[in-house]
């Protein structure tokens, strides 16, 4: 899952090139994708992509009282 989401970003990727990108069964990297997604890192996208969820992926900013 660490490497699948060191892999991602904010531009859409295809599934297929991912799974051979990174040599993974494709059953594996969907398990991994939907544990992403379930926990709000990652959104699906049209077409069998997949994205960082852009809220998700920005740096939290202190905030001071």
Partial sequence: ????????????????ALATELDAPIG?????????????????????KVALNAEESEPQQAVLV
């Avoid at 899952?1 to 297929?16: C, G, K, P, Q």
């Avoid at 990297?29 to 077409?47: D, F, M, T, V």
């Fill in 28 to 48: 594996l990297l969907q398990s991994a994708l939907l544990e992403l997604e379930l926990a709000g890192k990652l959104i699906r996208q049209p077409g069998n």
């Fill in 1 to 16: 899952r660490s490497s699948v989401l060191e892999r991602l970003n904010t531009v859409a990727l295809d599934v297929d």
